[in-house]
């Protein structure tokens, strides 16, 4: 398995959102890739990150709590 960065991380996960859909928000796009990435390297306790999981990060941003909590149209179908 390769790891990247976690900037890069964020970065790719953006990247890969906008290919999966529209980005209406690039910076709450990107608030919610930091987030992601945060929790996944403290939960695995690493400093490096998955890079399989970048995709998996950005399915998760269509259903983003942060969207939702705060009524923002962070992505449209």
């Given at each position: 398995?390769?790891?990247i960065s976690a900037e890069?991380?964020?970065?790719?996960i953006v990247t890969a959102a906008k290919t999966i859909g529209t980005?209406?928000?690039?910076?709450?796009?990107?608030?919610?890739?930091?987030h992601f990435v945060t929790y996944v390297?403290?939960?695995?306790n690493r400093n490096d990150f998955p890079e399989a999981c970048t995709l998996t990060g950005a399915a998760f941003s269509f259903v983003s709590p942060l969207a939702y909590k705060n009524s923002i149209s962070v992505f449209s179908l």
């Open positions: 398995m390769a790891y890069t991380a964020v970065a790719d980005v209406n928000n690039e910076a709450a796009a990107t608030l919610f890739a930091q390297l403290n939960y695995c």
